[in-house]
Nanobody, 124 residues
Framework: QAQLEESGGGLVQTGGSLRLSCAAS????????MGWFRQAPGKEREFVAR????????YYANSVKGRFTISRDNAKDMVYLQMNSLKPEDAAVYYC?????????????????WGQGTQVTVSS
């Protein structure tokens, strides 16, 4: 079982950058697919980015492609989301999630473990 804790959220101006971190506990972290999701007030939780076991096979939502970068460090049990060129529409609570399974997924329902979320606010 994995426990996840996000950090790094905050207030940033439009065009600015933030780096989110997700610390995972559990001896089998390197076997999990990892993802970042976000949820804005009144909206459903949506996929942002995911990464495979070994740091390969990254995939992004079209809305963040070219601006966000997901990465992981299995030696430290960490996942990161570098967010550049932030826009007001990126404002949301960002969640780190872990999935055990045989295939990658962009659907929240396929992820078994979730962090508590970290707030990202983008001022215009």
């Amino acid at each position: 079982q994995a426990q996840l804790e996000e950090s790094g959220g905050g207030l940033v101006q439009t065009g600015g950058s933030l780096r989110l971190s997700c610390a995972a506990s559990g001896r089998t972290f390197s076997t999990y697919y990892m993802g970042w999701f976000r949820q804005a007030p009144g909206k459903e939780r949506e996929f942002v980015a995911r990464i495979g076991w070994n740091g390969g096979n990254t995939y992004y939502a079209n809305s963040v492609k070219g601006r966000f970068t997901i990465s992981r460090d299995n030696a430290k049990d960490m996942v990161y989301l570098q967010m550049n060129s932030l826009k007001p529409e990126d404002a949301a609570v960002y969640y780190c999630a872990a999935r055990r399974g045989d295939y990658e997924s962009s659907f929240p329902r396929d992820y078994q473990y979730w962090g508590q979320g970290t707030q990202v606010t983008v001022s215009s």
